[in-house]
């Protein structure tokens, strides 16, 4: 019998690339996949990929050189946009990450979530 087909990440459609998660002087790289169903329909998570030795990027699912982020809720589309800048003034970068199809009962409205850097 035919398999049934995975729902589709979208891995790829946002990228922060440049900036440094934990603060260790190599660059980093986070891939967004909107539509990522970890935890539930379209609840969407972004993987930031550590550098490694040399500056190059390790990309796999070793946990001691990944962070996956993931949505706790359908439909939120975690990892539509990303941005990545020091928010905090700590030296070490921070991850913004859009969740537009978010919803809040106050709000009615997107979200935006917010990983802090920090040496690891």
Same mark, same amino acid.
């Given at each position: 019998?035919? $398999?049934? +087909?995975?729902l589709?990440?979208?891995? #790829? ?12 002087g190599?660059? &980093? =790289?986070? !891939? +967004? #996949? ?9 609840g969407?998570? !972004?993987r930031?990929?550590y ?7 390790? =990309? ?7 962070l ?6 359908d439909?939120? $589309? ?7 800048? &020091?928010?905090? #003034? ?16 106050? =709000? ?10 920090? #040496?690891?």
């Amino acid at each position: 019998p035919p $398999q049934e +087909a995975a729902l589709p990440t979208r891995a #790829g459609a946002a990228l922060a690339a440049g900036f440094d998660l934990d603060c260790d002087g190599v660059l &980093d =790289l986070a !891939v +967004a #996949g909107p539509d990522d169903a970890t935890t539930g329909p379209r609840g969407g998570g !972004v993987r930031v990929h550590y550098g490694g030795v040399g500056g190059f990027l390790v =990309l796999g699912d070793d946990p001691e050189r990944s962070l996956h982020v993931v949505s706790a809720l359908d439909n939120e $589309q975690l990892g539509s946009a990303l941005v990545a800048a &020091d928010i905090d #003034g700590d030296g070490c970068d921070d991850l913004v990450i859009g969740a537009p199809e978010a919803r809040d009962p106050a =709000l009615h409205a997107g979200a935006v979530r917010l990983v802090f850097g920090s #040496g690891m």
